[in-house]
Structure formats: structure tokens, C-alpha cells
């Protein structure tokens, strides 16, 4: 059976059991209007599948602002601040949010990149933090909604869908990169292989919507090939639904959160 197969097979659970497994798009590392943005834009639109875009703050240029302002559709979300690595060298995975530096200086820059964001944006960004490389120190979290987040992104199974009172987290989990081999496109075996996984823990333990994570800047042609063919096919798939990042993290309203944008 292939995994296009157990993809519809898995469906066909949901359908029995009466529900609608829930997928999102979220795209990472936006800083600037370029030739790759303009591909994943236009993905995007002749898909109608709704995109989450996270920027990077301290990188974000005007005409990126100026390119966004003509997709008003596209969810925005703050990642993180200048996307640098603080780890010490020899650690081995990287991270920018973590305690390498003191948790006001963190907690700063993160606020400061908010500012950035709302020049550029205006409204549009989602208070959705996004950490570079999926990492932040876990006593961070909590401090999020102290400094205005109301939403947290990261990758894997999340542990629960509010860490902590006022702040809603929905996760990505299928990467279509091989970060860890030859920073290629990860295939298309592999990459259902983990959606059909992750779709099944959701109908069995978790509720949680899956993530599908791109990577615009760092996609090579089968990585393009592949997200195409698999909005298309998708799309008409009965039991799955594609929803956008503002209505996932709007859920965090009805558990006491309040969002900021």
C-alpha cells in the first residue's frame, strides 16, 4: 500500500468516526520580496490553500511589507527576532530563544521585533510567536503572554494545546526539508509517512491539527513539486480540512486568552 493509500485510509477513520481531521500551512523565514516568495505566493493562490508566513523581524524590508501588502489573506506570525543562533559552540543544535543570554534580553528583542513588525504590517501580524529552529527554552514559555503573545508554533506533538494560561499552541510536523541529511527535499514517502502518523495520534489521543512546515528560501524543484501535487490532491480529499492560523490561535479566546492583533 502506498502512503498516498494509507493517507486515504487514515481519512477513512475520521470518516467513520464522524470528524474532520484539521491540516494548516505554515512557511518559515521571511525577510525580504524575492523570486522564491513570489513562487510560494503564487503556490498559494492558484491552491487556495490558506498560508501562514513567518517573518523574521529584524531582517523584514520594506518591500517585503510592500509585496505582503498585496496578499492581505496571508497570515503573518513573528519569527522570533533576528533568527541567530546564541547556542555556545559545540552544542550542537542551535537556538535563539534560549539561556544563553539573560531572559530580559530575550524577552526584549522579542518586543522590540513586535514593534518592527507593526511599522511594516500594521495590524495584520497574528501574536504568534514562532521560534528559529522550533527551539525555546521551556521556562521562557511562560513569560510569552506576559510580553503580549497569545500564540506559540514550534514542531513535533505538543504536549497540550494551552502550556500555559492565555497562550494557545498548534505545532507543525511534517518538514519537507532533511535538515539533518543533505539539506534536500526530505521525499514524498517520507514526508506522508509522517503525516499519516501524526493525523492518527490526532484522531486517537491528541485532537491537535497537523502542520504542514515549507521552507521557501531553502526548497529545491522536487520540494516545489511535491507541496503543488499535494494541495492539489488534497483539496478534494473528504474528511480533511485545510483551516488558516487565525481561526487555529483564535481558539486561545475561548481559554482565557485575549489576542493582541
Known sequence: MSNWQALERELEHWRAAGRTAELWWRDDDAADAGPELDRLLALHRETAMPLALAVVPARATSALAGRLAAEPDVDLLQHGYAHVNHAMPGEGKKIELGLHRPAMIVLGELGTGW?????????????????????????????????????????????????????????????????????????????LAVLVTS???????????????????????????????????????????????????????????EARA
Not at 119 to 143: C, E, K, Q, Y
Not at 169 to 178: A, F, G, K, R
Not at 205 to 213: A, C, F, K, R, T
Not at 219 to 224: H, L, S
Request: aromatic share 8%; proline share 7%.
Open 199 to 257: 493525523l492518527a495520534r490526532s484522531r486517537t489521543d491528541s485532537g491537535e491539527p497537523v502542520g504542514l512546515l515549507s521552507h521557501h528560501l531553502a526548497m529545491d524543484g522536487r520540494a516545489w513539486d511535491f507541496l503543488r501535487s499535494f494541495w492539489e490532491r488534497t483539496r478534494t480529499m473528504s474528511g480533511l480540512r485545510v483551516r488558516p492560523a487565525h481561526e487555529l490561535f483564535a481558539a486561545k479566546n475561548s481559554e482565557g486568552g
Open 115 to 191: 514593534l518592527a513588525l507593526e511599522r511594516l504590517f500594521g495590524n495584520r501580524p497574528l501574536s504568534v510567536m514562532v521560534p528559529p529552529w522550533n527551539r525555546i527554552a521551556p521556562v521562557l514559555v511562560p513569560t510569552l503572554p506576559e510580553i503580549g503573545f497569545t500564540g506559540l508554533s514550534t514542531f513535533g506533538a505538543r504536549a497540550r494545546a494551552q502550556p500555559v494560561r492565555g497562550l494557545r499552541q498548534v505545532n507543525t510536523h511534517v518538514d519537507l526539508i532533511d535538515w539533518k541529511g543533505e539539506r534536500g527535499f526530505a521525499g514524498e514517502e517520507a514526508c
